[in-house]
């Protein structure tokens, strides 16, 4: 029989990004398994729009701010919070969370586990930092094998400590919808007829949404759209750039929105331009709707996309293939309809949030017996 445990999420931030949408998913089912959750941000008020969410989902939501750009009071201050809250296992969500998160859980007596969502290049002094505090880690997860090899190449744990768990989506959520494609379409100004190709993500320079405007530009038009969901650091230089097409009407951006499914719903092909990533939460979203996905071939990418089976990978940066080959999406509706579809059986039988939480519980509930001597961790370790 399962343990009931205090379980602490912590973030960076509640920003609405991939990593706090994997916490705030798996913070749900953990509600719902009938675990005590918090959620805690180190950034200090105001508090970001995922802080809501978790609170709509019945989660606990805490801010315990970091007060200098390296604080060295910050773990002693967790510490104490988690060890008042009960706390059991300490889930930390990226090196921003694991530099102060695992500290703090030694200091409240409870078990860390890190998720490694992506690759994470750093200043060397902040590697360090990282690998110190993760030797504190009780378990490491990497959401796909190759960024589990990376984990050990860079020395962030060792094998023994290190896990593979693959991000999972809700497919009570994710799954194709005439009635939200109709709604969106309409809010936007889009033909029902049109064949939109639309990204979601931070407007930031890793994700280089100006790719996509670039290979999009000459083929804009009343039946050819583009959607630009997110919000960042580069939504000006990206509204310039689709202003320069000449052709800014048939470009929608919509801001952020955390109705992702709905927009979704609305598109005929999802495209992914990042130069890093892990295994983006989003590309398995619309892989779920049924949506033939094209992504540069970075990351954890690979592991996940099957070229042309289950997608298309690109190399990065290569404006005039990814233009050819959303060219040929827009033409060729076989094609499309039979990629997307093999995308969303794959995520059926393999990247489910139940799947994602069972591995999860079980994870915990190896940390906590062994913890009180009564047996090992569950899951394989990698190199075990």
Not at 13 to 21: A, V
Not at 325 to 343: H, K, N, V, Y
Request: glycine letters at 10%; one cysteine or more; a positive charge.
């Amino acid at each position: 029989m399962n343990e009931r445990m205090v379980i602490a999420h912590v973030l960076s931030s509640f920003g609405l990004g991939g990593q706090e949408r994997v916490a705030l998913d798996l913070a749900r089912t953990q509600v719902e398994a009938g675990h005590e959750v918090i959620a805690i941000s180190l950034a200090p008020p105001p508090e970001g729009p995922c802080a809501a969410l978790f609170r709509d989902a019945g989660v606990r939501v805490e801010t315990v701010a970091k007060r200098l750009r390296v604080d060295p009071t910050l773990p002693v201050r967790l510490g104490r919070y988690l060890g008042r809250a009960g706390v059991s296992i300490v889930h930390t969500h990226n090196p921003h969370a694991l530099i102060y998160g695992a500290p703090a859980a030694f200091v409240a007596g409870a078990a860390a586990i890190h998720t490694k969502h992506g690759m994470n290049p750093d200043t060397p002094r902040r590697v360090w930092l990282r690998r110190t505090a993760g030797k504190l880690a009780r378990a490491h997860v990497a959401v796909t094998p190759s960024l589990a090899r990376v984990a050990l190449k860079s020395g962030d744990c060792d094998g023994t400590r290190l896990h593979v768990v693959p991000n999972g989506v809700d497919l009570t959520r994710f799954k194709p919808s005439r009635r939200a494609r109709a709604q969106v379409r309409l809010e936007l100004g889009i033909p029902g007829d049109a064949w939109v190709v639309g990204t979601v993500g931070r407007l930031a320079p890793e994700k280089d949404q100006a790719l996509l405007v670039d290979a999009m530009a000459d083929q804009l038009g009343e039946h050819r759209q583009l959607v630009l969901v997110g919000d960042g650091p580069e939504r000006a230089a990206i509204a310039n750039r689709v202003a320069a097409t000449g052709r800014s009407r048939h470009v929608h951006m919509t801001g952020a929105r955390s109705d992702v499914q709905n927009l979704l719903a609305a598109f005929d092909a999802f495209a992914l331009t990042s130069r890093t990533e892990g295994l983006p939460l989003v590309l398995l979203e619309a892989m779920a709707m049924g949506l033939p996905v094209v992504s540069t071939a970075v990351g954890g990418i690979p592991d996940l996309v099957e070229h042309r089976v289950t997608g298309f990978l690109l190399p990065s940066g290569d404006v005039a293939r990814l233009s050819r080959q959303l060219s040929l999406l827009s033409t060729d509706f076989s094609l499309s309809r039979q990629i997307g579809e093999a995308a969303r059986r794959t995520v059926l039988e393999r990247y489910s949030l139940t799947r994602m939480a069972n591995d999860y519980e079980a994870l915990y509930q190896s940390l906590v017996r062994s913890r009180h001597g009564r047996g090992t961790p569950h899951l394989a370790a990698v190199g075990s």
